[in-house]
């Protein structure tokens, strides 16, 4: 092999070397920065797990936002309320919560691309923002709220059960 050959090789397989670390080095630290962000915000992430359906139980107060794939965060001042969050699949439930240890702040927020039902029950709140979905299923029990906040659904199913409320708000740029 001629010498121009082997520089040539030893040069390629070095670049290729140094931008496969450069890679795995800006992968870090932007994990990094998302654990920094959530631990700025005061959540600490629980799940990363696809969700499709959410079934919250009583007194929850959720907010949920949209973003690449999903996370389940809950406030960190609040971290004993992870008892209640049960999957089966890819259903998350949030199992009822005592009225003490219910908070009037949003203590789980969670992301996700898209879901295709939620059921809030009796005394819980649901407020979602900034959120585009092809579809979406809402069941609302007695008592319970469902606030969208610049929300879009192309076909939605909504079903309400007794003194539920169900609010769209739209933010008008002028």
Same mark, same amino acid.
Request: charged fraction near 20%; glycine fraction near 6%; aromatic fraction near 8%.
């Given at each position: 092999?001629?010498?121009?050959?082997? $520089?040539?090789?030893?040069?390629?397989?070095?670049?290729?070397?140094?931008?496969? $670390?450069?890679?795995?080095?800006?992968?870090? /630290?932007?994990?990094?920065?998302?654990? /920094?962000?959530?631990?700025?915000?005061?959540?600490?992430?629980?799940?990363?797990?696809?969700? /499709?359906?959410?079934?919250?139980?009583?007194?929850?107060?959720? /907010?949920?936002?949209?973003?690449?794939?999903?996370?389940?965060?809950?406030?960190?001042?609040?971290?004993?309320?992870?008892?209640?969050?049960?999957?089966?699949?890819?259903?998350?439930?949030?199992?009822? $919560?005592?009225?003490?240890?219910?908070? *009037?702040?949003?203590?789980?927020?969670?992301?996700?691309?898209?879901?295709?039902?939620?059921?809030?029950?009796?005394?819980?709140?649901?407020?979602?923002?900034?959120?585009?979905?092809?579809?979406?299923?809402?069941?609302?029990?007695?008592?319970?709220?469902?606030?969208?906040?610049?929300? *879009?659904?192309? *076909?939605? *199913?909504?079903?309400?059960?007794?003194?539920?409320?169900? $609010?769209?708000?739209?933010?008008?740029?002028?």
């Amino acid at each position: 092999m001629k010498t121009s050959k082997k $520089i040539l090789l030893v040069s390629g397989i070095a670049l290729l070397t140094s931008f496969t $670390i450069s890679l795995v080095l800006l992968r870090e /630290q932007a994990y990094r920065g998302l654990a /920094q962000n959530e631990a700025r915000d005061g959540y600490q992430t629980l799940f990363k797990k696809d969700i /499709q359906k959410l079934k919250v139980g009583e007194n929850w107060n959720v /907010q949920i936002v949209q973003g690449a794939g999903y996370r389940v965060q809950l406030a960190e001042n609040h971290i004993a309320l992870k008892d209640f969050l049960k999957w089966n699949g890819s259903t998350l439930f949030l199992k009822p $919560i005592p009225l003490n240890l219910q908070n *009037h702040d949003s203590p789980l927020r969670i992301m996700g691309d898209s879901f295709q039902q939620i059921e809030v029950a009796k005394g819980a709140r649901v407020y979602m923002k900034n959120f585009k979905s092809d579809s979406l299923a809402v069941m609302l029990q007695d008592s319970s709220s469902f606030t969208g906040k610049n929300t *879009h659904f192309t *076909h939605s *199913h909504i079903k309400t059960n007794g003194n539920a409320n169900l $609010i769209f708000l739209e933010d008008k740029e002028e």
